[in-house]
């Protein structure tokens, strides 16, 4: 069974992102992007997008690039998890979340199981429900907001690790 990939659960402030990178890598010109379940990253703006993932059309520092996904992911849950909970008349905010973290996979690691090519990140799931095997959970458990809130301290940079240790190497 195919579980639908998860959105993760927050965005951090460019402030907050920018802490740790060099004034090298603020340097280099990003871009958003988006995959079909509603979740956002940042990328090198003239590399490829990968697999799974379209470009927002957003480009420039990381900062700017953060700024914009604060702005446009307000509701950080996978698209498939809203729709599916407004088909049961679930709102938003009547259910715990549990907070699930999800490696990056690379390689023969990748299996077809929904999730775009490259996926990482942390992720709001209800608590009551079963998770997908290959997610991890960080023992947080709370209202939306409380969940996302404890992503926002934990979750420092929204570009995936393969891409931040590339750049890292120059």
């Not at 420092?156 to 120059?170: A, K, N």
């Amino acid at each position: 069974m195919s579980f639908p990939t998860l959105r993760t659960a927050a965005v951090l402030l460019s402030s907050i992102a920018l802490s740790g990178t060099t004034q090298a890598q603020e340097r280099i010109r990003y871009q958003v992007i988006v995959n079909p379940e509603e979740q956002y990253a940042v990328w090198v703006a003239d590399e490829q997008v990968p697999t799974g993932w379209k470009a927002t059309g957003r480009t420039g520092g990381l900062g700017q690039a953060m700024d914009y996904i604060e702005e446009v992911w307000t509701d950080m849950r996978p698209r498939s998890l809203r729709t599916r909970m407004a088909q049961r008349g679930i709102e938003r905010d009547a259910i715990k979340y549990q907070v699930l973290v999800r490696k990056e996979r690379t390689g023969d690691d990748r299996e077809n199981d929904g999730i775009p090519s490259g996926y990482y990140g942390y992720m709001l799931w209800p608590a009551e429900e079963t998770f997908p095997e290959e997610l991890t959970p960080t023992g947080k458990v709370g209202t939306f907001g409380e969940a996302s809130e404890y992503i926002e301290e934990v979750w420092t940079d929204m570009r995936p690790l393969s891409l931040r240790r590339r750049l890292e190497r120059g």
